[in-house]
DNA sequence: CAGTGGTCTAGACCACGCT
DNA sequence: GCGTGGTCTAGACCACTGA
């Protein structure tokens, strides 16, 4: 039942005791509220340090996946807490996640000039160009979300001339460019929609939408990504769990 | 400049590590993008082992305040994304973090039989008791949202017979009642006003709304608290920072 | 009381970024 | 090669929970 860990694969030790851990969680070996074998017990069987099985719970409790009590013992936690928890994610992501199947139609990938609002998002110069991504998503089928990125032309060109997939950014921007997606800040807001979305988006005129605007950074606070999004509120809803005060435990 | 740590002390060394280095940073000894002193370096300054200040650094990046580069050092990152972190933060904290000043106007406190959808989101028995509270809320005296919040009436019966304050009732939950806020599962979406609502908001019937439902769980998934919220889409934007995925450091 | 997680040490070696 | 953070060990003692 409990497999063992390798200590010749490069693969740290901390990591494949929370793949395992994970895998057991997901397979049901240990279900929402059952209490996990102390960090003594798991540490002898595995034979590792107790530090190493601690390094690993302590991250499946900061992932959502079990939470921890002191003189108690490690709790499996709800398992959709570690599918929702606030992290970027892409729209193709989120709609797996809630087992929409997601669509993309592009509707345009064009090089521009950078207007102003993009150039002081991504802190561009006055004269850099831009890509700008525009697409309709689609969820089981149903138009969903109206979306237009923009990016660095200068780092970014090849999205133009090397016909890259583009149904997922996010999921481009870290397999083919290599970029490492640090953090995002998030603007959200209600509005009534323009002509253009009605469109797109097929819904009436005092139908209100739901708007985002995101910009994603890497860990060197170099901007990479301005995304706009209008979902439709009839069908979409914003969730997230976010997690207690850090500053309390 | 670089202060003492006291083992005398009943806080955790690696607490007043942070503390230390978070004054310093807030007190711009540290600046966006500079370099913090090695491990190596600042365990012996405190001396106190690489361990200890190592836990401290994981846990200021885990907040947000720096982030950590292999081979290269530790950096101050940008002040703002600790303050913006998606987390449980109540109205008006939100409010203070945005430099607004928070007002509130209680509409009614009471008893009463908890409906259905209450009873669910609260994994309440039929016949449970709800407190239910409703409240406006303003920033810099305009009325910014309304809100209603449901608790269940075992638990908190002290806040109808103790004269609370019910200006934050998390800081009322944390610091009366003592209890560990784990999580909230957060619900975001745009809608039209209902006349209530445009009523006590004051505005017209074609003005969008962002309305959020949370509910607030401790730490053994108990529910603790439903909240209602509905924004002035003219004057409130949801902003958030969220980090990276954590499957790929 | 025994058992759990929380903190802490004083080492060790490795992986990575830079020069 | 040097300095950084990343991983890991084999102990230790403390704080908390529950029987």
Redesign the pocket.
């Known amino acids: 039942m409990m497999i063992c860990v390798s200590r010749s694969s490069?693969v740290?030790?901390?990591?494949q005791i929370m793949e395992l851990l994970k895998n057991q969680i997901s397979a049901g070996e240990f279900k929402g509220g059952d209490c996990?074998p102390?960090?003594?017990?798991l540490a002898k069987r595995l034979?590792?340090?107790?530090?190493?099985v601690?390094?690993a719970l302590?991250r499946l409790e900061h992932e959502g996946w079990v939470r921890?009590?002191?003189?108690?013992?490690?709790f499996v936690g709800n398992p959709k807490i570690s599918r929702n928890l606030a992290r970027l994610t892409s729209f193709r992501e989120d709609m797996i996640a809630r087992g929409i199947e997601p669509g993309c139609k592009v509707l345009g990938v064009e090089c521009v000039q950078a207007p102003p609002t993009v150039r002081e998002r991504l802190k561009l110069e006055r004269t850099a160009q831009c890509i700008k991504l525009s697409r309709l998503r689609f969820g089981d089928g149903i138009p969903m979300a109206l979306q237009t990125n923009y990016l660095p032309f200068d780092r970014f060109r090849d999205i133009l001339t090397h016909n890259l997939p583009l149904d997922s950014v996010y999921a481009l921007l870290e397999t083919y460019f290599g970029v490492k997606l640090y953090r995002g800040d998030q603007t959200i807001e209600a509005r009534l929609p323009t002509p253009e979305e009605r469109r797109y988006l097929g819904i009436s005129k005092d139908m209100p939408v739901l708007s985002m605007e995101r910009v994603t950074y890497q860990s060197d606070d170099t901007p990479i990504d301005l995304a706009w999004a209008t979902y439709r509120s009839d069908r979409f809803k914003w969730q997230t769990t976010v997690l207690g005060r850090p500053s309390s435990p």
Chains 1, 2 share one sequence.
């Open positions: 490069y740290p030790l901390y990591r996990l102390s960090e003594e017990e034979s590792v340090s107790r530090m190493t601690r390094q302590l921890r009590e002191q003189g108690r013992g490690t």
